[in-house]
């Protein structure tokens, strides 16, 4: 999208979310659902671990933070929409308020082979998209009291120093244990939450060392 944006013409990046195998729950409806629940993704064939990121929408949080980083927007400029079709993957706000979207089948290779031939656009084996046969487009707004850790990753973001490489961390960690059976699907964000909130942040300075004994102490007080 940010092809067709002049400089200084971008006013918002609009990130779409399928909202994962739980969307619309409670979180009593969550309290105890199992893994194999969580791994039934509506639109995508994914591995496990991004499978469950997408239920819990920890992986629009990383998204958020990789789009702040990769193309230098801050937080308060990139929303996130939930689109359950995985139609539209992701949209540009202008200056003048018109839009600009990225439409595609759920299909991994598109972006793959766009990734591998930039700035070229090669044929695909890529089924076309249709929209006489999806008809419809539905967008809503991420339920981030349920789903905390959309909200977390925009905490660490702010914060910024070395907290989204914690935030990470204990997500990797927290999941690992999940698909492990050891802890239930809320305990996630709530493992996140905390390695994120008592991040004593003394040597906050972002260095390859520093992110590396980050992301390891983590990992270990999650796991231990």
């Known amino acids: 999208c940010l092809q067709g944006c002049p400089e200084g013409a971008l006013k918002k990046v609009i990130l779409t979310a399928s909202g994962g195998a739980f969307y619309g729950k409670t979180r009593q409806e969550l309290a105890n659902v199992t893994v194999q629940q969580a791994l039934k993704h509506p639109n995508w064939s994914m591995g496990a ?9 920890m992986n629009k949080g990383l998204e958020v933070i990789e789009a ?5 927007v801050p937080d308060e400029k990139i929303d996130v929409l939930v689109h359950r079709e995985s139609i539209i993957h992701s949209m540009i706000q202008l200056q003048d ?12 290779r598109i972006p793959i082979q ?7 656009r090669c044929p695909s084996p890529v089924k076309e998209l249709d929209l006489s046969e999806i008809a419809t487009l539905t967008f809503g707004k991420p339920d981030t009291d349920t789903f905390e850790c959309l909200a977390i990753c925009r905490e660490a973001l702010r914060r910024g120093g070395l907290l989204p490489t914690v935030a990470n961390a204990a997500n990797e ?3 690992q244990l999940f698909l492990e059976g050891k802890i239930s699907f809320l305990q996630i964000p709530a ?9 004593d942040g003394n040597n906050n300075t972002v260095t390859l060392e520093n992110i590396l004994a980050a992301d390891h102490e983590t990992r270990q007080k999650i796991l231990s």
């Open 49 to 57: 671990k991004i499978t469950i990121d997408s239920a819990t929408l």
């Open 68 to 72: 702040s980083w990769l193309f230098d």
């Open 97 to 108: 308020n018109s839009v600009i979207a990225q439409l595609g089948v759920a299909d991994m």
């Open 114 to 120: 766009y990734a591998l031939t930039y700035p070229e």
């Open 173 to 175: 960690a927290a999941v």
């Open 191 to 199: 493992l996140v939450g905390q390695a994120v909130g008592q991040f």
